[in-house]
């Protein structure tokens, strides 16, 4: 089987300087979700046909294994998008077209639709839509047999109250397909090479057109402009909301949940409103996350309470650690059990040791800190000198008290103590009390000054 997938188009539609295809829904180009649910059909090829901002197309395509590229240098219709494929096209076999701005296909949809179609027959997937607006509408004959699709543009005011609607994606033995494209002709309102002409060709030569339906009328929504993009990636959102509820946990509001990415989660784990995943995040049993938050790339360990507000990114927590409202954990944060992070403290490259905790308005970057180190409010580590960064090491039982800078590099040996206001240049040793700070002093009988009288 030989899969080609259209993505030529402008997408005029989107107003947009971007080809149509590249535009993100759940946080990934359209192009990509399609091909991520055609590649568990293994296919023998998959052949993506380019044109409008083909460069930027086949950049976004450029880790893909195994996919070739077929250029129309002019957008003239979805067959004729087609017809450039097909020299790339092994004649034995099926060949199964897709959208590209049909994102949310599902490989099980797929799978279905090619079943039906069979090695020698023509499958069509289609949909019934309350409102079949925009799209191709299928009409059948007296018996229920698909005889051809018209185009709204194309279609009577009779024809555009039928609500089964083309979703654009069927399967046909290619020496068909490549025999039926040849003569295609574009004599309709859009002067354009029509693929959906091909199943008036079929018929009429009396092969009859299998009809699938998708489980979700969204599945199939095209996009065409930004309203129906928010509409399809609203929908998927609702899905994937579903499928994690159904696993069991708790979304306080699943018309307020964003997964951009993959998303494992154990018991109990609780989502509150407005917070978005991004790439492959793991949530253990009873992880509870706040309100507004955004989570890439993390995994949090069992028990952990994330308040609201809290932004991270490529980091690993352990169990019941408390971490926010308003934390920031930049790429490299590894946190041990029951850490606390509290409200504007920013950490980056930063390991910290078990029950450690940095609970207010403070920055540690590219440090290493033991178990039980308290670090105080305002403290930072001044890890950058302009041209490198340094590390500072932070021991066991350390207590950096308020409003220090620890210029790295520089090593805080365990249990030392480190007096508020401190600035640490020099290694400190271990146990002690260690102040850097003016020596402060008193003028008596100082006064102050006072106007002067005019
Ligand atoms: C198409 C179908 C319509 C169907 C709808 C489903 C045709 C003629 N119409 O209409 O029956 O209901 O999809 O979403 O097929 N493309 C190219 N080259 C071209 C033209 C289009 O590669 O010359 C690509 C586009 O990039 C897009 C896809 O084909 O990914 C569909 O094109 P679009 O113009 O959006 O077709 P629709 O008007 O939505
Ligand atoms: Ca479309």
Redesign the pocket.
Known sequence: MNIVI????Q?KRMQSNLP??LHPVAGRPMLMHVLEAVRPLAPQRIIV?V??GSNAVMQACADQPNLAFAQ?HQ???????LQQAMPMVDDKGITLML????PFIRTETLRTLLVATGANGFGLLTVNLPDPS???RIIRNANGQVQR?V?QKDATAQERTITE????ILAAPTVHLKRWLAQLKNDNAQG?Y???DLIAMAASEGMPIHTVHPAAPWE?E?I?DKIQLAAVERAYQRSQARILMEQGVTLLDPNRFDLRGTLHCGKDVSIDVNCVFEGEVALANGVSIGANCLIKDAQIGAGTKIEAFTHMENVRIGANAKIGPYARLRPGTVLSDETHIGNFVELKNTHMGRGSKANHLAYLGDAQVGAAVNYGAGSITANYDGANKHRTVIEDNVQVGSNCVLVAPVTIAQGATIGAGSTISKPVPAGGLTIARAKQSTLAGWVRPAKLKK
């Open positions: 259209l993505a030529a188009g997408g149509k295809v046909v044109g409008h129309q957008q003239l219709g979805t067959g004729h998008a959208y590209g701005d049909v925009g799209y191709g699709i185009e609607v083309n979703t654009g354009e029509y693929a959906t199939t095209g065409n």
